[in-house]
């Protein structure tokens, strides 16, 4: 069993700036690529950033500049900073992990449950 437990949301206003944090727990052999999906009310869930593997990391266009993903391995854990938040970043933020398990050589994605991030005056 894997668990992916996301904290940080909460509301924020326009041009403020937020911390997400992710942890990964439960059994499983390594972690390869880990961050950050969110959706919108009425949107397909779109990438935000993720930190691969091999230390690089991807972004999502309109979080560019503004968003910066980080990662512990040691923790097991994935933290996103959100600066300049804008309206349109109003989203359930989820935590996604590609792991791995012993003997097994294919790799699983797994899921948090989502925060809820709204960003509002």
């Known amino acids: 069993q894997v668990h992916l437990v996301e904290s940080g949301g909460g509301l924020v206003q326009p041009g403020g700036s937020l911390r997400l944090s992710c942890a990964a727990s439960?059994?499983?052999?390594?972690?390869?690529?880990m961050g950050w999906y969110r959706q919108a009310p009425g949107k397909q869930r779109e990438l935000v950033a993720m930190?691969?593997?091999?230390?690089?990391?991807l972004y999502g266009e309109s979080v560019k500049g503004r968003f910066t993903v980080s990662r512990d391995n040691a923790k097991n854990a994935v933290y996103l900073q959100m600066n300049s938040l804008e309206p349109e970043d109003t989203a359930v933020y989820f935590c996604s992990a590609r792991m791995t398990h012993l003997g097994d050589p294919r790799q699983f994605n797994y899921w948090g449950q989502g925060t809820q991030v709204p960003v509002s005056s």
């Open positions: 439960g059994s499983f052999f390594s972690i390869n690529d």
């Open positions: 930190f691969m593997r091999d230390g690089s990391t």
